[in-house]
């Protein structure tokens, strides 16, 4: 199965904070619940920081805010420090609420781990956005409308 | 939106993340990945005791009443239904453009109903 996500391979953000934001920017959503959800995302990283494997971190929650799995990957060269090491791709993703979303999120993380163990190194050196795609098993969303 | 409503939000947010992180299977796939959540769960649940005093007494008490009865107690406005129990809100309410600006509730679950921007 192929996760449909959203991407951002040049990132300008030199913080945690800030890349968090950029990412959310790409969300469908309002100000408002983007403010909400960087809230949320960051009260995630200080009591823990998601980074899953060296160079790659894992944003994550879920949220009354997303109506469906929204994930984004971003990418950037110079590295952002998250905060006491440094990463170059950053897969964020907000699960919904629903009934059976612990199980989506959960399915989800699962399909991460995997790829991570498998191709984490990969990943963290792919030089290409269709290389890092191809190797977590994403595709990109096409933007309609 | 009202700063009320937007608390009783990220207090449901938190609730969901310490109810994740509570459930063996999640524990269990974010411990694979390396991530340590035992001393998050304790911050989170402190964080959570400054959140709700951050709150109005009502609201927080409503809250409350409605996370132990329905398990969730804010719940977004879908297609001018309340995602929780799908009973048609009001008009009147639904076409308000400030309608985020108080604090809403379901006539029908009670639920704290707030409408994506």
Redesign the interface.
């Given at each position: 199965m192929k996760y449909t996500v959203l991407c951002k391979f040049a990132l300008s953000g030199a913080s945690r904070t800030e890349v968090i934001e950029e990412l959310l920017r790409l969300f469908k959503?309002?100000?408002?619940?983007r403010g909400?959800l960087a809230?949320?995302l960051d009260?995630?990283e200080?009591?823990?920081a998601?980074?899953?494997?060296s160079g790659i971190a894992?944003p994550h929650?879920?949220?009354?805010?997303v109506?469906k799995l929204t994930i984004v990957v971003g990418r950037s060269e110079t590295g952002i420090p998250w905060p006491e090491e440094k990463v170059n791709t950053v897969i964020l993703f907000v699960s919904p609420?629903k009934v059976n979303s612990?199980q989506e999120?959960?399915k989800f993380?699962?399909h991460?781990?995997g790829k991570?163990r498998k191709f984490g190194d990969s990943i963290a050196a792919a030089g290409s956005e269709a290389d890092i795609l191809a190797l977590l098993g994403f595709q990109i969303e096409e933007q309609g409308e | 939106m009202d700063k009320q409503l937007e608390k009783l939000i990220s207090l449901h947010d938190l609730d969901v993340m310490i109810a994740d992180l509570n459930r063996k299977d999640i524990r269990k796939r974010e411990a694979d990945m390396g991530l340590h959540t035992e001393g998050a769960l304790e911050e989170l649940k402190e964080l959570r005791e400054t959140y709700c005093k951050s709150i109005n007494r009502k609201w927080r008490g409503l809250y409350n009443q409605l996370t132990k009865h329905y398990g969730n107690a804010v719940v977004p406005a879908l297609m001018g239904r309340c995602a929780g129990c799908l009973t048609r809100l009001p008009t009147a309410v639904c076409s308000d453009p400030e309608r985020n600006f108080k604090i809403h509730t379901c006539p029908t679950c009670g639920r704290i109903i707030y409408w994506a921007d």
């Open positions: 959503i309002g100000e408002k619940s909400l809230g949320a009260v995630r200080k009591v823990g998601t980074v899953v494997h894992l929650c879920r949220s009354i805010l109506d609420v612990p999120h959960n993380l699962g991460i781990a991570i | -």
